[in-house]
Nanobody, 127 residues
Framework: QVQLVESGGGSVQAGDSLRLSCAASGRTFNNYAMGWFRQAPGKEREFVAGISRSGRSTLYSVSVKGRFTISRDNAKNTASLQMSSLKPEDTAVYYC????????????????????WGQGTQATVTS
């Protein structure tokens, strides 16, 4: 069992950056792959980035690759999403999710395959 709380959302201008953080409770944080998803109004929740249990492997959606960076600090039970060169189309509620996976490397898994979710944090990018 793990509880997740996101923070760091806000409103920024296009081209700016935001850093989202996810604080996890529990004593087995390093057993979970972590993912970031986002959902814009009227759209399905979509995968943004994922990171393996150890942090050695990462995966990004095509739309954010090169602009976003996912990381984790297992000593602090946190995961982060550094978002740079933000675009208006990045506007969404961003969710942190945990996947208790047996895979040592990150693999793509859809929203329904992640077991635990934070409450979400709104990121708004204006032109």
């Amino acid at each position: 069992q793990v509880q997740l709380v996101e923070s760091g959302g806000g409103s920024v201008q296009a081209g700016d950056s935001l850093r989202l953080s996810c604080a996890a409770s529990g004593r087995t944080f390093n057993n979970y792959a972590m993912g970031w998803f986002r959902q814009a109004p009227g759209k399905e929740r979509e995968f943004v980035a994922g990171i393996s249990r150890s942090g050695r492997s990462t995966l990004y959606s095509v739309s954010v690759k090169g602009r976003f960076t996912i990381s984790r600090d297992n000593a602090k039970n946190t995961a982060s999403l550094q978002m740079s060169s933000l675009k208006p189309e990045d506007t969404a509620v961003y969710y942190c999710a945990a996947d208790r996976t047996s895979f040592s490397e990150i693999v793509y898994r859809g929203p329904h395959e992640y077991e635990y979710w934070g409450q979400g944090t709104q990121a708004t990018v204006t032109s």
